[in-house]
């Protein structure tokens, strides 16, 4: 329900800051002396982040261009791995929104803000972990093209997460919770070599 909640508040967010980048773009668009209404140049694409899949955990995403130097993208992650009966698990699921705004003529380079939530469930020795992740931080990278609808996107995040968890252990094939905790990450929080598809 945590997540829920989280996601909840996030959405109407986004909106507010779509509707208020899409006006200004259309008033700097009258005051440049361009007529009563200029069409906004934008994109919608498909994404797909090349190092998550090789690591067995799918991730597809949507970027959506407002206008020339801005960008709204939405993120998701999941995976689900069992091996060795119970004793090994490799699970989780995540969503990453991020806002961000392109550099130079060409609008390759950019710089960006994201909010990364979700939960895991990892054991790959006798104790495992299950909990959930909330953080954000900044982000920044440079779009390569390759042809008129596809690119390749590197990327790297940078911020803080926090991860509240409970450590357990399979005994007789039943989860024994051990005890509770948390930790806070600060440093890398993302990485990609994503595919880009532009659909329009």
């Known amino acids: 329900m945590k997540i829920i909640n989280h996601i909840r508040r996030i959405v109407p967010i986004l909106l507010l800051v779509t509707a208020a980048v899409r006006l200004s773009a259309q008033e700097k668009g009258q005051r440049a002396g361009e007529g ?6 934008s994109s919608l694409s498909v994404r797909a982040n090349l190092m998550r899949w090789a690591t067995l955990t799918p991730d597809i995403g949507i970027e959506w261009h407002i206008d020339g130097k801005w ?62 992740i909330i953080g954000g931080g900044i982000t920044g990278g440079y779009k390569m093209k390759l042809n008129d ?5 590197f990327s790297l995040g940078l911020g803080c997460l926090h991860a509240d968890y409970e450590k357990y252990t399979i005994i007789n094939d039943v989860r024994v919770r051990r005890e509770n905790g948390s930790r ?11 595919l880009v598809w532009v659909i329009f």
């Open 36 to 41: 009563v209404h200029k069409s906004i140049e």
């Open 184 to 194: 806070n990450w600060l440093g890398p929080t993302s990485a990609g070599v994503t």
């Open 149 to 153: 609808t596809l690119d390749l996107d």
């Open 71 to 132: 960008g709204i993208l939405l993120n998701g992650s999941y995976t689900s791995w069992r091996w060795n009966g119970k004793n090994r698990r490799y699970a989780l699921w995540e969503t990453t929104p991020e806002l961000r705004y392109y550099l130079g003529e060409k609008r390759r380079g950019y710089i960006g803000a994201m909010f990364k939530t979700g939960s895991f469930n990892y054991k790959f020795s006798t104790f495992g972990k299950q909990g959930d």
